[in-house]
């Protein structure tokens, strides 16, 4: 489930890479969306099991032309009030409001009410592309 970044994000990296301007997230979360699309603002097809939850990322893996990190503990909603398809998800960097930092596709997560619903460790992956 690779995430797309958003633009306020990469504005971020870019300003913290070469304009010497400090920028870092004390805690992503991430959210479930209904929608295949978050959209640009990731408010689109917000699930109706909303809660975003923390998650913790792993160090950077650098291998030929791609740098990638992804979630080093499992993400986990329980007890889900509504059944529906999880399509997409977005990552934050506040519990509730923040700012948008990206958003990927999930395939094949229907759920029931009751059900849960479990990211494992390394299904959120943000990956780029460079120069190797």
């Known amino acids: 489930m690779?995430?797309?970044?958003?633009?306020?994000?990469?504005?971020?990296?870019?300003?913290?890479?070469?304009m010497a301007t400090s920028f870092s997230i004390a805690q992503a979360y991430v959210q479930l969306h209904s929608g295949a699309d978050p959209?640009?603002?990731g408010t689109t097809g917000v699930a109706t099991d909303s809660t975003r939850k923390a998650v913790t990322m792993g160090a950077p893996v650098i291998t030929t032309g791609l740098v990638t990190i992804s979630n080093s503990a499992q993400v986990q909603w329980t007890g889900l009030t509504a059944a529906q398809d999880a399509q997409s998800?977005?990552?934050?960097?506040?519990?509730?409001?923040g700012n948008f930092l990206g958003s990927g596709l999930i395939t094949a997560?229907?759920?029931g009410i009751g059900d849960s619903l479990t990211f494992a460790i390394g299904d959120i992956d943000i990956a780029l592309n460079?120069?190797?």
Do not use: E, I
């Not at 690779?2 to 070469?18: C, E, H, I, N, Q």
């Not at 998800?89 to 409001?97: I, K």
């Open 109 to 111: 997560n229907a759920y």
């Open 89 to 97: 998800y977005s990552l934050w960097d506040a519990l509730t409001v």
């Open 2 to 18: 690779a995430l797309g970044p958003s633009t306020y994000l990469v504005d971020k990296w870019f300003r913290a890479a070469f």
């Open 39 to 41: 959209g640009g603002a």
């Open 130 to 132: 460079c120069a190797s």
